[in-house]
């Protein structure tokens, strides 16, 4: 037997139901606060990943997916190409390509698969999906305001709480621009040296090619020693330090509780001054439910002008983990209003053409089959979820008058046909 590759899975009824509020909250959420969706391919050039996401990151250095794609003839030099494991990278390159500036600011979303070559884990896929939002343009635009960066938390503060995730808390702070970092670089190398031969060999191999990215590591073993390393926060420049504290002021005003985190740097190269987020304690030790940040330079690292931007990538799996703690996937499952049961194989046609027409009424409808005794159709009724089971025979159809019973009552009433939509939603 085939089964799906490891690290996948099949998402089944009634967990989609499930994932499609999860979808159709996020869009209403978003649509408050004017943000437009943007689809990008699943696969972009390996080259776009490697200048945007950083060589040195565990992403692109262990966990793409890349191969090289022939040209048309075998002699044809080939492209390398990747399946995207992010979406902010692309949402950019998107950005330049079509010169998205001349639009001011852009506040994009998209929703979808990513792919990354990791050890699975609790609510970690090697497809997994994401739902992402950006904030980008030229200065200009007001793009590089701590004010974005406060509206962006805001609106997934809010997002949380319309879905009804309960217990989130919000991490933040602030990596600085790259003049921090140049800085701060020098004085972590030096710290390391005394203590990174006892940590683990990605954290002894990031000392060397990016310290900061020891920060990100997760073995517990290591956690002592990194608590003893100085931290960006006590480098930042004057203008970085008004921007994080500007942030924090707009959160205070709108009352949305944050905690201060300054060992969070986020996986990424890209990142600059305010990083984030959000955690819960129903996803075990790897807790981070959506995180992101702002990435001032990244638009000029890929090519284009300078667009200063913040964004945040949820991941969906993981949120709908969260949300299967509050919410069963059968109470948000749409259920039929009716099941139309046809009597004897002859009458087919009649019960397909009353579905049809009550179909056209906006009615969500399950059809059955002639061939059903009356006993089975009661049944795939019941089983269904449908709320009403209507009967079709030779009489109801000479009559144009059809048996519409209540499924959770037992009541049982003879309605014209040019009444039944009416009756139904009564």
Not at 58 to 67: A, G, L, R, Y
Not at 81 to 89: D, G, H, I, K, Q
Not at 289 to 297: A, C, E, F, N, P
């Amino acid at each position: 037997m085939i089964k799906a590759p490891r690290g996948t899975r099949d998402l089944l009824p009634p967990d989609t139901a499930l994932w499609n509020h999860v979808e159709s909250v996020v869009r209403d959420v978003f649509r408050a606060y004017n943000f437009q969706e943007i689809r990008t391919p699943i696969f972009e050039a390996t080259e776009l990943f490697k200048r945007g996401v950083g060589e040195e990151t565990d992403i692109v250095s262990k966990e793409m997916f890349t191969w090289e794609d022939r040209g048309r003839a075998d002699s044809d030099k080939g492209q390398s190409l990747t399946l995207r494991p992010e979406a902010t990278a692309g949402i950019v390159r998107a950005y330049i390509e079509h010169k998205l500036w001349d639009r001011g600011l852009n506040k994009l979303y998209c929703m979808g698969p990513m792919f990354r070559r990791e050890r699975p884990q609790k609510g970690r896929y090697r497809q997994f999906y994401q739902i992402d939002a950006e904030v980008i343009g030229p200065a200009s635009s007001g793009s590089d305001s701590p004010a974005r960066d406060a509206e962006v938390l805001e609106m997934l503060a809010t997002l949380l709480d319309r879905l009804g995730i309960k217990g989130w808390n919000l991490e933040l702070n602030s990596v600085g621009c790259p003049n921090d970092r140049a800085a701060f670089d020098g004085v972590l190398r030096k710290a390391l040296e005394a203590v990174a031969a006892k940590m683990c060999t990605d954290c002894q191999r990031r000392a060397v090619t990016n310290p900061l990215r020891v920060f990100d590591c997760k073995v517990p073993a290591d956690q002592p020693l990194i608590e003893t390393l100085p931290r960006i926060s006590q480098y930042l420049d004057e203008p970085c330090r008004k921007h994080f504290a500007a942030v924090q002021e707009i959160l205070n005003k709108l009352g949305i509780p944050f905690q201060i985190n300054d060992r969070l740097v986020r996986g990424f190269d890209y990142y600059t001054r305010t990083a984030f987020e959000f955690t819960h304690g129903a996803l075990g030790a790897q807790n981070a439910l959506l995180g992101g940040g702002r990435y001032d330079g990244l638009s000029e690292a890929l090519g284009g002008p300078a667009a200063p931007g913040i964004g945040f990538a949820i991941g969906e799996d993981r949120l709908v983990m969260s949300l299967q703690e509050s919410i069963s996937a059968e109470s948000v499952q749409a259920k039929p209003d009716v099941y139309v049961a046809p009597l004897g194989e002859g009458m087919n046609a009649e019960g397909a053409r009353l579905a049809r027409e009550l179909r056209l009424q906006n009615l969500v409808l399950d059809l059955g089959d002639g061939a059903f005794r009356l006993k089975k159709s009661f049944e795939a009724a019941t089983k269904a979820g449908a709320k009403y089971i209507l009967i079709v025979g030779e009489n109801e159809v000479k009559a144009d008058l059809f048996s519409l019973k209540n499924l959770a009552t037992g009541e049982q009433v003879s309605v014209p046909r040019a009444e039944l939509a009416q009756r139904i939603r009564e």
